[in-house]
């Protein structure tokens, strides 16, 4: 299996009211760090290095999981200023081996077979494979257009009412595609800067195998997770 890139340095300013100053990856959920639940669901798909790009409060995430996971060995990546998605990744993806790189959002937890997802996006070539949830009601999300080969053809700004897909926060990236793309600022959105702004330039797939979904994001999510997070991972 590929290796994992967890980004785990957010600051979690929407659930300040409940976290304090934890960092948000650190965010109890039913007696285990949110992050505890993620690194599960990845050792019990076989992934065996996990590398964490970390920053807000890094010091804490680090004394909280250690440098092994069960069977998995855990490296950290210190962003020493805030980088934003993008240029974690960017960051991050020079230190870690091989061509490609499975992407994670530190607060989010999509139910998706790795194995396939992975399988899907060697099959169909892409730069960067998406995995997709479709839900009911996507308007606090952005959502995403794909054409009948699963191509990604558009990214829609959140507020659109009624079902659609959404970015599951799971990504499979060839590292060249991003590293050898110019004019990248230090500091730039994975999503907005590089997705969206090189969509006619670049192969983005969208995988939507994604059964299951949730973003820890807001607080009432957040108390959602507290029953629904377990119930995902025992399910697997």
């Known amino acids: 299996m590929k290796p994992a890139l967890i980004l785990a340095g957010g600051l ?20 285990k760090p949110f992050l505890w639940w993620l690194l599960k669901q ?50 991050a993806v020079a230190e870690i081996p091989g061509d490609d790189v499975l992407v994670f959002n530190g607060d989010t937890l999509a139910v998706v077979d790795l194995a396939a997802f992975v399988a899907d996006a060697e099959a169909t070539r892409a730069d960067v494979a998406l995995a997709v949830a479709n839900v009911s009601d996507a308007t606090r999300y952005g959502t995403v257009e794909i054409d009948d080969a699963r191509r990604i053809c558009a990214f829609i700004e959140k507020g659109r009412n009624g079902p659609g897909l959404i970015n599951a926060g799971v990504y499979h990236l060839r590292k060249a595609a991003l590293a050898d793309r110019p004019g990248l600022p230090q500091r730039f959105s994975f999503e907005q800067d590089f997705l969206g702004r090189f969509i006619d330039e670049i192969h983005l797939s969208a995988y939507p195998g994604v059964s299951d979904f949730i973003d820890i994001g807001v607080p009432d999510d957040y108390r959602a997770a507290q029953t629904r997070v377990p119930a995902l991972i025992a399910g697997r």
């Open 42 to 91: 990845l050792e019990n798909q076989g992934l065996r290095d996990a590398y964490l790009s970390v920053g807000y409060r890094h010091e804490q995430v680090r004394a909280g999981m250690g440098d092994t996971f069960g069977e998995m060995r855990l490296h950290y990546i210190v962003e020493e200023e805030p980088l934003g998605t993008g240029g974690a990744i960017l960051k």
């Open 12 to 31: 979690g300013t929407r659930l300040r009211s409940v976290l304090g100053d934890l960092p948000k990856p650190m965010a109890d959920v039913a007696g």
